[in-house]
Structure formats: structure tokens, C-alpha cells
């Protein structure tokens, strides 16, 4: 009895450690922001004092890492515990934890309203990352809540808003050796609503990392942007048509199209000024001069004016910003920003860091379907075509979850310049299994860089993929791109199933090459035998045989080997071969009829 009884004061003592004796956070001026970067990079027992002002967290469990000190980690630690994420040694820090099955962490900060006025709401932007993946085939949570009455993270009545919450991404292989960049990011944003704030008031913030299943992932918070507008007698509004923008990759040093949304405004009593953050510049117009800040008068306003924004990034891997669009008395609108940075002289592509989010400046867009293109474990082994063990790694999709499923699914290439390239020719190694529809390979020289490919122009480069079900990874080489050439060329191997079949198709190892010689013709058959069956003596039956040349550089003709079967290349007229043009036969399937 005595052992039970100290056993549960001792666990009671640890499942109470808290200190929450900062002092708050002062809002004053619109925005507040916070990116952690004071925090320790180094050392595994970090006072609460090193926090920014008005930050704080809590331990609960029985592990003695229950401390209410830190440490530093870059993804690696497996041990639970609060932790300030970032490179080994770096500086660009975030704040975040690792929940283990004997350690819980809550993270947070108090805020006191010192504008001098009422706040009826509050804009929240965050980025949530994950620096460690523990387990697949689930995605981990950090969940959001404010509270008007809490004196502590652990005190007073709290609301959650569950588009706050940051939610990684269900991840297909671990990710436990640590790096100096997260593994994954997102740009979270949403509005705390009706909260009439009172000048003096203080709200709490907390994020709470849940319990996932099997081994939890490390994450964290970071590059905080909490926005306002103070209480208007008159109702002054600012509305802004989307809360974020997402650009796709974009070559390092140059600049994408332009992304648009509307921002329009009632009761404005001042102009309304625009602040644009990381590598994201703003115009009115989008053929105008485009930079960091814009003003828009209050009668501008009464009408929806149109925002462009462009991303010019400076270094590879995701980039993000915001704009802020704040106008005196109205509520200001916060507009999160992303993009991926792309190394523009990267032309071979071996997916080897595509462990949870598609790498190497690829992209996929689903046009129809819940099956999307996603990184795979099961990538090439040069030593085993046929290998079905793990291989890190690769891109795949299957169209199959408990039966076929319709889908239509892109997987998007970075923009490649191949303006002075001698013979841009392209390669890739892919597998297929189970029936389905075949891939295709387009071809786009004016596609965005992001969005829908509808909205652009492709041609089918009739490409030659492996038979289906075959599942031998096969390569494919020499595509000429020669007829392509330009500043921004893209390519897109473009999925479809059906419920009459859904393949599964791998893709690894590609690349662009500028060749000093033309690739070397090629002709292609779509099988390798026709079958007739029994056929009646003095009948005739009909199959079709597609052939596709590539690189030609004359006609072609197929002759049959044997007298009883006749071709022809219209249908009408048959014999014993038949001559088809550079034309008929070139980058094209051509149908022969087999009699």
C-alpha cells in the first residue's frame, strides 16, 4: 500500500510541472510576429527565460524529461520532449515537441490587448513544420485553441478552431536521420471570430501535440504573423477573395506568373496599405512595376481591385510570405504565401530526398480522383529490375483503393530551358502492374509553372512505356525535344484509371540531356504478336497493329513474312507490305490494319 502511494505522488508531481510566469506579449501595432529564431540551438536543458517574451509550455508525464526545459534537435532525437528544431548549430529556429508514450507537450503564449482599442477579431498565419516522421500511413496533429480566462496553459475555458490546427501529411517511409531543413512544411492561417478583445484583456494561445499512432513525428511552429483591426463604430471592412496562394517550383532567379485575388473594402475611412513578405512582390497591374508595399485609396475599394503576385526565389526548397492588407479600423487581412525554390541547372532527377512530399521541383495536380502521384520507397535498384523490396526512392500512383476508382492525375516537371540546347533529349526508367490505362508523356511550352495544365497547350510525345502488368522497370530514352526548344519547356507524365482498370505506375531516374547528336531512329509496335484464332478457309478476319516511329529520318515500310496476311494503311487497299511516310510514321501512332 505504502509503495502505491508514493508511486502516485511521484507521478502526480511530474504531471504538474509548470512555470508560466512570463510576462505577456504586447500587440500595439499590427501585425505581431514571432520567428523563434532567439531560441537556444544547442544544449539538451534550456531554461523557459530563453523563450520569447510571453511564451511558455508544459511537460506532463513521467519521463524525466518532464523538466520545463528544452533542448535542440534537428529531427534526429527520438526521445519525447519540448524542442527548438532547426539545423544543427543554426540560427532560423522553430518551437516545437515530440509526444512520446511517456511524455506530452503543450506549447503557447499569452497576448495582451494594448492597441488602445477593442479587438472584434484576430488574423493567425503560421508555418507548421515537421521535423521528424515516426511512423506511416498516418498523418500527426498539433491542435489550435484560444481562451479569454486562462491564466496558464493548463487554466480556464478554451475554443478550438480546427483551421488552425497544423496536419502533416501521411507519409509513405520514416524520416528519423535529421537535416538542416524540416521534412515538411505548411502555411496555416485562419481568423479567431466575434472576439472583442477589450483594451487590457489578455487571449491565450496553445498548440497541443497529439497522439498519433505507433511512433509520433516531431513538430513545431514557426514565423507566427498575428494580425487585427480595432473595434469601427462605422463598420469599416476590408474582404479579401482567398487567405492563401500557392505557387508551384519556380527556377531560382527568375520570376513566376502572376497569381491574382481581389481585395475590396466598405466603409473606409484611409487608404489601405500592402505588405508583401519573402521572395513575394505585388502590382496592381500585372504588366506594372511590382515591389513589396501597395496603396489603395479608400474610394479604390468600393470596388473589387484585382492584386497580382509573383515569386522570384533566391535559394532552392519552399519559400513562404504573406501580405498583409491593413486599412485603419477595419479587421486586416492576411493572405499566406508559398513556393518551391528550383535549381534551374538540375536536369537528372533520382528522387532520392522524395521521402513524403514530391522533391526534385516536381509537382502533381489532380485533375479528378482521390489517388494522387506521391513519393514511393519502392524506387529503382539498378541491380534488380524486378525487385519488390524497398529502394528509396521514387514517385508512383495507383488508381486502386478497395476497386478501381476514376482518377486523372499530373505529374508536373520543373520549367527547362533548353533555348541552346544542341538535342534536348529526355529519359526516364518506369513500372507498371496490374491493368490499366497506359501513361502518357506531354509536352507544354506555355504551361504557368502552376494550376490546371488545361489552361495550357500539350502534345502527346507518344512515348514508349512497358507493357501492362508487366512490372520490370524499363527505360525509355532518347525523346527528342528538338521541336520543343524554348525558355520555359515542361513535361508531364499524366495517369488515368477507370473502374474497368487502375495500373500502378513507378517512375525514377529521370532526366534531360544536351546531346551533341541526334538520338538514333527508332520504331515501335504496340505487341509483339497478333492472334487470329481458328479462321475458316476461304474467310478473312482483321486485327489491328499501332507503330510509332521516333527520330526518323525517312519512311518505313513493314512487310508480312508470310503470304496469308496482307496489310494496309487505309483499310481499302492491301498487300504484302505496306510504305509509310516520315510523316505517317514520325512522333505518331499510326494504325495498320492486318488481314
Known amino acids: 500500500m505504502t509503495r502505491k502511494l508514493l508511486s502516485f505522488g511521484w507521478a502526480s508531481a511530474l504531471a504538474l510541472t509548470t512555470l508560466g510566469a512570463h510576462a505577456q506579449a504586447s ?3 499590427s501585425p505581431y510576429t514571432q520567428t523563434f529564431d532567439g531560441l537556444a540551438n544547442a544544449g539538451a536543458s534550456n531554461a523557459k527565460t530563453t523563450l520569447p ?21 534537428n529531427g534526429a532525437s527520438s526521445s519525447g520532449n519540448v524542442y527548438s528544431y532547426g539545423a544543427t548549430a543554426g540560427t532560423d529556429r522553430a518551437l516545437g515537441s515530440l509526444r512520446s508514450g511517456s511524455i506530452a507537450a503543450v506549447i503557447g503564449a499569452q497576448f495582451a490587448n494594448n492597441t488602445g482599442a477593442a479587438l472584434p477579431s484576430l488574423a493567425l498565419t503560421y508555418t507548421g513544420e515537421t521535423w521528424r516522421v ?41 524520416s528519423t536521420a535529421g537535416g538542416s531543413t524540416p521534412v515538411q512544411t505548411t502555411a496555416v492561417t485562419g481568423t479567431i471570430a466575434s ?5 487590457g484583456a489578455t487571449i491565450w494561445f496553445r498548440w497541443t501535440d497529439t497522439d498519433a499512432s505507433g511512433a509520433d513525428d516531431g513538430m513545431a511552429i514557426d514565423d507566427i504573423s498575428l494580425s487585427w483591426g480595432t473595434s469601427n463604430p462605422t463598420g469599416a471592412t476590408l474582404t479579401a477573395s482567398v487567405a492563401s496562394l500557392t505557387f508551384g517550383g519556380q527556377n531560382v532567379g527568375t520570376t513566376s506568373a502572376a497569381q491574382t485575388y481581389t481585395l475590396s473594402g466598405t466603409s473606409l475611412t484611409g487608404a489601405t496599405t500592402l505588405t508583401a513578405t519573402g521572395p513575394f512582390t505585388i502590382s496592381k497591374t500585372s504588366g506594372g512595376t511590382f515591389g513589396t ?75 479528378t480522383g482521390a489517388q494522387v502521384w506521391a513519393c514511393t520507397t519502392f524506387g529503382r535498384d539498378p541491380n534488380a529490375p524486378k525487385a519488390t523490396t524497398a529502394t528509396p526512392y521514387g514517385v508512383q500512383i495507383n488508381g486502386f483503393a478497395s476497386g478501381n476508382q476514376v482518377n486523372e492525375d499530373w505529374f508536373i516537371s520543373p520549367s527547362f530551358n533548353t533555348s541552346t540546347y544542341n538535342f534536348p533529349l529526355f529519359s526516364f526508367w518506369s513500372r507498371t502492374a496490374f491493368s490499366g490505362p497506359g501513361l502518357k508523356l ?29 512490372d520490370t522497370w524499363t527505360q525509355t530514352a532518347g525523346i527528342n525535344l528538338s521541336a520543343y526548344k524554348g525558355a520555359k519547356v ?19 531516374d529521370i532526366a534531360l540531356t544536351n546531346s551533341t547528336t541526334a538520338p538514333a531512329p527508332s520504331f515501335f509496335t504496340d505487341v509483339n504478336n497478333l492472334a487470329f484464332g481458328y479462321q475458316a478457309v476461304g474467310t478473312t478476319g482483321t ?12 519512311g518505313v515500310t513493314v512487310t508480312s513474312s508470310n503470304a496469308a496476311f496482307t496489310l494496309s494503311k487505309d483499310g481499302t487497299t492491301f498487300a504484302s507490305s505496306v510504305a509509310l511516310t516520315q510523316a505517317e510514321a514520325n512522333g505518331v501512332v499510326k494504325p495498320v490494319t492486318v488481314r
Not at 506555355?446 to 488545361?454: C, D, I, Q
Open 442 to 470: 506531354m509536352v507544354s511550352t506555355n504551361y504557368s509553372g502552376t494550376g490546371t495544365p488545361s489552361a495550357a497547350t500539350w502534345t502527346d510525345l507518344n512515348a514508349q512505356f512497358p507493357g501492362s502488368g508487366s
Open 27 to 29: 500587440l500595439t501595432a
Open 53 to 73: 517574451t510571453g511564451w511558455d509550455f508544459t511537460e506532463t508525464g513521467t519521463s524525466a524529461l518532464a523538466d520545463n526545459l528544452y533542448g535542440t534537435d
Open 134 to 174: 515516426g511512423g506511416t500511413g498516418r498523418a500527426d496533429k498539433m491542435t489550435f485553441e484560444y481562451s479569454t480566462d486562462a491564466t496558464s496553459l493548463s487554466t480556464g475555458t478554451w475554443t478550438a478552431i480546427t483551421a488552425l490546427d497544423y496536419t502533416n501529411n501521411s507519409a509513405t517511409a520514416t
Open 195 to 199: 472576439l472583442n478583445l477589450a483594451t
Open 490 to 508: 515542361y513535361l508531364a507524365f499524366v495517369y488515368t484509371s477507370s473502374t474497368a482498370g487502375a495500373a500502378r505506375w513507378t517512375l525514377d
Open 293 to 367: 508595399t501597395l496603396s489603395y485609396a479608400a474610394a479604390d475599394l468600393a470596388t473589387a481591385q484585382t492584386v497580382y503576385v509573383q515569386f522570384s526565389p533566391t535559394a532552392t526548397g519552399t519559400a513562404t510570405g504573406s501580405i498583409t492588407n491593413a486599412s485603419t479600423g477595419a479587421t486586416t487581412r492576411t493572405v499566406a504565401l508559398t513556393g518551391t525554390g528550383v535549381d534551374p541547372t538540375q536536369t537528372a532527377f533520382d528522387f532520392n530526398t522524395c521521402a513524403t512530399t514530391l522533391s526534385d521541383g516536381w509537382s502533381q495536380f489532380s485533375v
Open 543 to 554: 486485327r489491328t497493329l499501332n507503330v510509332t516511329g521516333a527520330n526518323l529520318t525517312g
